[in-house]
């Protein structure tokens, strides 16, 4: 049975300043699918369009020209209302920089995905608990992000990523701010959750390194996917 697609963008175009003299195009017609149960890289140096790409592969901005089909629901005809709900149900995002509300504590900050759907305050909490001790952060669960380590912040922002059980994690450099060692312990945590729950992940980075030990890797440059490979460390 074939697998069915999660992400089907094709002929992605953006510009910005359209209709100025200033006008620029970042990306230049991008193909991209993601099969459910994937992991895939999207890799590139600075300036390549990977930042521009994951805001429309996350609703967080739309193409200029293109089609954009994610799980099946037409994204470039969704008004913003839907388009929030669509990415507060199938896309849980990991960014570089962790994202955490200050002063609030990791449980809080896991719930408020659940407290976005509607979910009541006793199953949030049990999930936000759950989903801690997944990502081994059950010691530290009434910790604020100024009482946690980076690593101990990411790791956060995963069980948050997880809440709403998403179609598909964007983690956006997740290894950017942390030193190798808490890195590996990041990326490991990703593997365990694409190999033991069938997570469909996208990660998107600088680092061939990590790049390598997902399934494909897709290269980004100057606005264009210019190769695709089978990551070679990848272990089945």
């Known amino acids: 049975m074939d697998t069915r697609l999660l992400i089907d963008a094709k002929n992605i175009i953006k510009r910005f300043n359209v209709g100025q003299e200033n006008e620029l195009e970042i990306l230049h017609g991008i193909d991209l ?17 990977k930042s521009t790409l994951m805001n429309i592969v996350g609703i967080l901005d739309k193409p200029t020209e293109g089609s954009y089909l994610l799980d099946g629901i037409d994204v470039c005809a969704a008004k913003d209302v839907e388009l929030s709900h ?6 849980g995002f990991v960014f570089q920089t962790y994202n955490l509300i200050a002063r609030t504590n990791a449980v809080a900050n896991v719930e408020l995905p659940l407290l976005y759907a509607g979910v009541g305050m006793k ?11 997944l990502v081994g952060m059950q010691d530290r669960m009434l910790h604020t992000p100024d009482e946690l380590s980076g690593g101990q912040k990411q790791r956060v922002a995963i069980a948050r990523a997880l809440a709403n059980n998403p179609s598909i994690i964007l983690a956006d450099e997740p290894t950017g701010a942390l030193d190798s060692k808490t890195g590996r312990t990041v990326m490991d945590l990703f593997h365990k959750l694409h190999e033991e729950r069938g997570i469909t992940i996208v990660l998107i980075t600088h680092s061939n390194e990590l790049a390598e030990e997902t399934q494909r890797l897709l290269t980004l440059k100057d606005g264009l996917i210019i190769a695709e490979r089978k990551g070679a460390t990848y272990a089945a």
Do not use: C, H, P, T
Not at 37 to 43: A, H, P, Q, R
Not at 123 to 132: F, I, N, Q, V
């Open 33 to 49: 699918q993601v099969k459910e149960g994937e992991f895939v890289s999207i890799v590139g140096s600075s300036g390549s369009g």
């Open 86 to 91: 669509i990415r507060n149900r199938k896309i």
């Open 123 to 133: 199953e949030r909490k049990e999930r936000a608990e759950e989903l801690l001790e």
